[in-house]
């Protein structure tokens, strides 16, 4: 059974810093799709961040780039995002999914991912 676990959300400040975590079980991460997604109150879940399987080459929306970093510790089968200059628009719930194979061109799509994690909240005060 695959399960996603996301950690490291919390109330911040604008401007601040923040890392979350998404550890697997079930799942080897090396092997796989990996995406960060968000959902802000009232609206729908939008695409962060995500990194194919096998190498380290990475996207992110372009509401993130430039503050947002996606990693991957293959020891720990964790993903990490490092969220930088956070500002009140990044409040949301943060989620991490996976998927054994998407193509390029849907890396973005949220259908594409078929395990998801519970999610992590991110609050930022302005």
């Known amino acids: 059974q695959v399960q996603l676990v996301e950690s490291g959300g919390g109330l911040v400040q604008a401007g601040d810093n923040l890392r979350l975590s998404c550890t697997a079980s079930g799942v080897t991460f090396r092997n796989s799709v990996v995406g960060w997604f968000r959902q802000a109150p009232g609206k729908g879940r939008e695409f962060v961040a995500a990194?194919?399987?096998?190498?380290?080459?990475?996207y992110y929306a372009d509401s993130v780039k430039g503050r947002f970093t996606m990693s991957r510790d293959n020891a720990k089968n964790t993903v990490f995002l490092q969220m930088d200059n956070l500002q009140p628009e990044d409040t949301a719930v943060y989620y991490c999914?996976?998927?054994?194979?998407?193509?390029?061109?849907?890396?973005?799509?949220?259908?594409?991912?078929?395990?998801w994690g519970q999610g992590t909240q991110v609050t930022v005060s302005s």
């Open positions: 990194m194919r399987s096998g190498g380290t080459t990475t």
């Open positions: 999914a996976a998927s054994s194979w998407v193509t390029l061109s849907a890396i973005r799509r949220e259908d594409q991912y078929h395990n």
